[in-house]
């Protein structure tokens, strides 16, 4: 079964602080690792997202870590501030017939203290 | 970026009635949509893809006959609980795609709360 094993669970940091966020894939098929963040009964949202040819993206205060070889990517974020308290969920997903499902990690609350 | 409109954003039923979510890609065409369940603190799991104009592919564990998902034209697919029970109380999330390979992007969500 193809999965996203995602750590830590959850995450207390102090405002200005960085909050990382690991997952690991099993399949070496996919070739597009998104992020996401949800807010308390709202859907997910695209926060970034990287291809495997680049081994890192940042946008703003975001940057995504990707290592292929370990099959290991990462959310960094920088300065972290309270309205950043959120659910971040990393997924993963590969070209195929059956149409470009994402496979999801279990998802990482972050609260990030004033 | 992309807009996808989920109504209703909550929904209160009695135990056997139907309910019907609609998901609205409000400006670009979906070629695919899907269709999400999430309990309380939990990740979300994919219940169906629904192409354009073909029938659903359900996940396995779905049942095809209770959630009756419609994909009727670009820019709107439906999810149907048929003969709700209070155990089908959940969030359910669709999310939108305009091409293979593109991005999906996801609408607010629905809950929906069986009496």
């Known amino acids: 079964q193809q999965q996203v094993k995602q750590s830590p669970q959850s995450l207390i940091v102090q405002k200005g602080g960085i909050s990382i966020i690991n997952c690991a894939y099993e399949?070496?098929?996919?070739?597009?690792f998104p992020w996401y963040q949800q807010f308390p009964g709202k859907g997910p949202a695209l926060l970034i997202a990287?291809?495997?040819?680049?081994s890192e993206k940042k946008e703003g205060r975001f940057t995504i870590s990707f290592n292929k070889s370990a099959k290991q990517f990462s959310l960094h974020i920088m300065d972290s501030q309270p309205g950043d308290s959120a659910t971040y969920f990393c997924?993963?997903?590969?070209?195929?017939?059956?149409?470009?499902?994402?496979?999801f990690g279990g998802g990482t609350r972050v609260l990030v203290k004033p | 970026g992309a807009v996808v409109s989920q109504h209703p954003s909550w929904v209160i039923c009695k135990s056997g009635t139907s309910v019907k979510i609609e998901c609205r890609s409000l400006?670009?065409?979906?070629?695919?949509m899907f269709w999400y369940r999430q309990f309380p603190k939990q990740s979300l799991m994919l219940m169906a893809t629904?192409?354009?104009?073909?029938?659903?592919?359900?996940e396995q564990g779905v049942e095809k006959d209770k959630f009756l998902i419609n994909h009727a034209s670009l820019t709107l697919s439906t999810l149907t609980v048929t003969s709700a029970h209070p155990e089908d109380s959940s969030f359910y999330i669709c999310?939108?795609?305009?091409?293979?390979?593109?991005?999906?992007?996801f609408g607010p969500g629905t809950r929906l709360t069986v009496l």
């Open positions: 999310s939108a795609r305009g091409s293979a390979g593109g991005t999906q992007y």
């Open positions: 399949n070496t098929a996919f070739d597009y």
């Open positions: 990287i291809r495997p040819d680049v």
């Open positions: 997924a993963a997903t590969y070209s195929s017939a059956a149409g470009n499902k994402l496979t």
């Open positions: 400006d670009f065409q979906a070629t695919t």
């Open positions: 629904s192409n354009e104009g073909s029938k659903a592919t359900y």
